[in-house]
């Protein structure tokens, strides 16, 4: 078990003005499930375009042994010839194309130049089998879900002898079953003697899959850890990744829960897609000023769409169900309607709906609210200045100044503007979805300081998460919602991921 | 049924037979196909005949818009490759030379490749939005084809070059044949070759052909090479028919047209999927359509409103959005009341 398929020794990559890899060492064992943890901005993928041939062979310093053999990878053909294919975390697949196209886009089943149908799609079919994906391989891949479009790049991967096969945060837009799925199929695939090397943000994944794991933190390599070995906790690789022991991964908060501030009832909103079928079915929620509430589910369960459906009706037809506020009936038919009575929704996919991605932080900050920041229809630019300084000091918004593009942040930077853009408007009611997704692991401490700290002004806070350890340790209250209905709420003290996790799948068989 | 009613082309389809149909009422024999001197003659001959060069056109800025790009200088590759083909015919000796009109043919399909090529360098090469690329053209293509006519109206008598848009081969019109051949070859080059697979890659995300190890710029360039060549025959054909070469007006807003008919032919303006059959229809809509207001007598100062107003009404009914809202009327399912004295309390 000593042999190493890969080393990786004294690698540095320097961009303009950045080092982002400082003499990195890796070694990876021959058939082994090998981690990369470490922050965002820790050098990860820098680290695997290296290795991938994506910044090809003089763009960095160091030495690249695979197989035994030197390599300088001119480009991601070289690096996959060898055997090297590497699965990125933004999907990589064309949408409009079949499986079976997007599987041979490139390396196509063809004779002298002209492609074979049959065998493409008979082989890709194979590949699906081995994968275990029942899907039609002519089927458009946008016709299908995100957990199945990763198990398409893996078979895409199968399709060009996959030595050593690098994924990229390739759960963090799955939910638990593809998850799991996904996970399996990587022990099968370890137990073919195909070796992995995942980078994941999810660590209970990481402990569950992996046989080794090596930290970075800042470019440099700080450890590798042998599973079997070292007997490697979650809290021990996060040590490593922000290099001090966290005690507590959620803030401490004295909950102080008053009246009833927000009430759904009865709440039900029908697919604009697929005529009749309801997605939220007879919902009733309530959230009390100071209160941090949850909202778990699986994915499909509604979440989402019972958000954006009370949030100015943005998801929906033919919604019915009342909502009171402070007790008092009200009607929202606009965002706007929304935003007036102090209701606010923190997009989970922050970069499609939540930002503004080509703009600066204060125009990202002001965007809601630009009623109040303006005169006779003048937006005051100097006032628009202030209060995006105030949020970058409040928040904690790392960048150079708030003119700067909203774009080249972190994703923890930028959930805190969207979070910034939403607290301007002053509401008493926030609904954050997955607010913590994609983003590390002192960020996310952040957050949830940010969210207790709204509880405690005594606004009452929805959160939506896939996972279930942060509603554990965030919430005052959770509510479970299985297709569309609401399942069970149970309150803090009586939580357990078990026992969520029976709500959440109740109604299912 | 349902299979055939969701068929990407059966709304193209429909479009079409229904116009074939308002002409039979309008105009007896439409239908009719007669042989008169070993030719074929009749309404539906012309359709193809009169709509060759836009088959032409809307065939290689299908492959343009597959890339997600967009060509608006065809109009003006067509007023070039004519004016250059007729310049060079009027300065032969014997206009009716096969091997002179060949020369010229050539040398003017060669500089609409050439043409392209430009867009596409400008496109791939230095990444300027294709719409901004090739409007340069569009305009500067105008200016390039009265210089090459020094302003005039370039007539020929050329009976071989007559032959390209308005002569007979094997009793069909000779353009049919050429956008047969035309079309069989990409036909041919997108769907049995990769290439086709290539260009919607590209078009459908271009950052996962990269990764997948294709040439982006390649692809784009080539594209761009072959929508030109595709506007230069048209521009032949054109040209040809009339046996003059007009800088100004020939193949004026042709760009339009062609955008139109890959449209109508359900190949998304996004990219990523094209359908070569579907812009043939699409095409053929748009030539009906042009047929049919001079045959149930639209008066001229209407036509174009008499025009956009169909286009209007075919888009419409290709949309699916549309189509729901009309047609599911009915099915919806009865909104429960919202108002709140009705709700039974649910305890927690």
Known sequence: MTEHILRMSGITKTFPGVKALQDVNLAVRRGEIHAICGENGAGKSTLMKVLSGVYPHGQYDGEITFEGRRCEFGGIRDSEHAGIVIIHQELALCPQLSIAENIYLGNERAARGVIDWNRTNYEAGELLKRVGLRENPTTTVSDIGVGKQQLVEIAKALSKEVKLLILDEPTAALNDEDSAHLLDLLRGLRDEGITCVIISHKLNEVIAIADSVTILRDGQTIETLDMAVDGVTEDRIISGMVGRALDNRFPPRTPAIGEEAFRIEDWTVYSPSQPGRKVVDGASLTLRRGEIVGLAGLMGAGRTELAMSVFGRTYGVHISGSIFKDGRPIEIRTVQDAIKHGVAYATEDRKRYGLNLIEDIKRNISAAWLKGLSRRGWVNEYEEYRVAQQFRASMNIKAPSVDSVVGKLSGGNQQKVVLSKWILTEPDVLILDEPTRGIDVGAKYEIYTIINRLAEQGKAVLVISSELPELLGLCDRIYTLSEGRVTGEVPREEATQERLMYFMTKGQE | ?348
């Open chain 2, 1 to 348: 049924m349902s299979r055939i009613l969701k068929h990407r082309l059966f709304w193209p389809v429909v479009v079409l037979v229904a116009l074939l149909l308002l002409n039979l009422v309008f105009t007896d024999g439409f239908f009719r196909i007669e042989m008169k001197e070993g030719h074929l003659y009749g309404s539906l001959i012309d359709i193809f005949r009169f709509g060759a060069p836009l088959i032409l056109v809307a065939t290689g800025m299908t492959l343009v818009i597959a890339t997600s790009g967009i060509d608006l200088s065809v109009g003006s590759v067509v007023a070039i490759a004519g004016a250059l083909a007729c310049m060079r015919i009027s300065d032969l000796s014997d206009q009716n030379s096969v091997a002179g009109v060949l020369s010229a043919v050539g040398i003017a399909l060669v500089l609409s490749v050439v043409l392209g090529l430009w867009n596409g360098f400008l496109v791939a090469g230095i990444g300027i939005q294709p719409i901004i690329a090739t409007l340069i053209l569009m305009v500067a293509g105008r200016g390039l084809a009265q210089l090459i006519t020094d302003g005039q109206i370039t007539t020929v008598q050329s009976s071989s070059y007559k032959l390209i848009g308005g002569g007979y081969w094997l009793t069909l019109p000779f353009g049919i044949i050429i956008v047969a051949v035309v079309l069989a070859l990409t036909a041919f080059l997108t769907r049995r070759l990769a290439l086709g697979l290539l260009i919607e890659s590209v078009g459908g995300n271009a950052e996962a052909s990269r990764l997948a190890g294709i040439s982006a710029r390649g692809v784009l360039i080539m594209v761009y090479a072959f929508c030109g060549l595709c506007a230069g025959i048209a521009g032949l054909m054109i040209s040809s028919n009339v046996s003059s070469a007009d800088g100004n007006n020939a193949g004026l807003w042709i760009e339009l047209d062609a955008i139109l008919a890959v449209v109508i032919g359900g190949t998304p303006l996004s990219g990523g999927r094209f359908s070569l059959s579907g812009t043939v229809l699409g095409a053929l809509i748009i030539q009906t359509l042009t047929t049919t207001i001079y045959s149930i007598g639209v008066p001229p100062e209407t036509t174009l409103l008499f025009k956009a107003l169909v286009v209007t009404i075919v888009c419409l009914i290709q949309s699916p959005a549309f189509r729901a809202k009309v047609f599911h009327r009915r099915r919806r399912p009865v909104p429960a009341s919202t108002a709140p004295e009705e709700k039974v309390r649910v305890s927690a």
